[in-house]
């Protein structure tokens, strides 16, 4: 009797390991359900590493580079400064989640996420994505993705929509390069590799440890207290980029279209 007692006792111990570390290797699948500590990177736009380089774009916030960035800027409307402090604390928060990766299962993320609607929380792709379509994030957020979480992953979206009530807490980390292709792009965008923008509308931050390109792009950064900037423009029908605030066309001289001309044309029409 006492002999089959204390081979039960054994047995239960024994039992009881495997589920101990189970139990206690799950939370690091979620441990990031907060939002990423920005530091003084909050407060830019757009930070970039190794180069940047922009074209009939318009950037509201603030733009940073290091001092070795090479800088190229044709018809652009941005401030530019150095910030090798701000740079540092992006990479010190990339670093940080690229050091506690991984999703429950049921968070893993495939295919292109159209027509997807997504509450807050921590998703993964486990490679590369390659999104297209409309993408819903619903509540205040936090909503953090990760690009690559287990192997090399690139983020690309070609006509993607993000739609939130609360772009400022959206996260894309991305182990690899990001391109974005006329699309309305929400978030920050935390890039291993470079930062690649065409025709496309971002409400975030373009965030790049190498190049950052944008070529008839808008970029609405957020603030430290994580507000969307309003961009100020000459916004009418082909005479000017779309995205601007159209509340404060030109201030002092209405758009084509405004005063009767043909959007599109180059020139204006005097107001009568």
Same mark, same amino acid.
């Given at each position: ?9 054994? &047995? ?79 990479? &010190? ?40 379509? &409309? ?45 974005? &292709? ?91």
């Amino acid at each position: 009797m006492a002999r089959g007692l204390k081979f039960l006792r054994l &047995t239960a111990g024994l039992a009881v390991i495997p589920f101990i570390a189970l139990f206690s290797a799950t939370p690091a699948l979620a441990s990031i359900t907060a939002a990423p500590d920005l530091g003084t990177a909050a407060n830019f736009a757009v930070l970039a590493g190794k180069a940047l380089t922009c074209t009939d774009s318009n950037v509201a916030g603030t733009v940073g580079v290091d001092f070795t960035t090479a800088f190229a800027s044709t018809r652009c409307k941005m401030q530019v400064q150095y910030a090798p402090g701000a740079y540092q604390d992006f990479r &010190t928060a990339y670093t940080n989640i690229a050091g506690d990766l991984g999703c429950l299962p049921a968070n893993n993320l495939t295919g292109t996420l159209a027509s997807v609607t997504l509450g807050p929380g921590t998703y993964c792709f486990d490679a590369a994505a390659a999104l297209t379509g &409309t993408l819903t994030l619903t509540g205040t957020g936090p909503w953090i993705f990760e690009i690559g979480a287990t192997a090399v992953g690139a983020l690309t979206a070609t006509n993607f929509t993000v739609v939130s009530d609360n772009p400022c807490n959206a996260y894309w980390w991305v182990q690899a390069d990001t391109t974005l &292709t006329t699309s309305a792009f929400q978030g920050t965008i935390l890039g291993g590799g470079d930062i690649t923008m065409t025709g496309t509308s971002l409400a975030g931050r373009a965030l790049a440890t190498g190049a950052v390109t944008m070529t008839g792009s808008n970029v609405f950064g957020c603030s430290g207290s994580g507000t969307v900037a309003k961009q100020h423009c000459n916004q009418g029908v082909g005479n000017g980029p779309e995205g601007c605030d159209p509340g404060n066309s030109n201030n002092k001289n209405s758009s084509n279209d405004e005063n009767g001309g043909t959007p599109g044309d180059p020139g204006r029409q005097g107001a009568k």
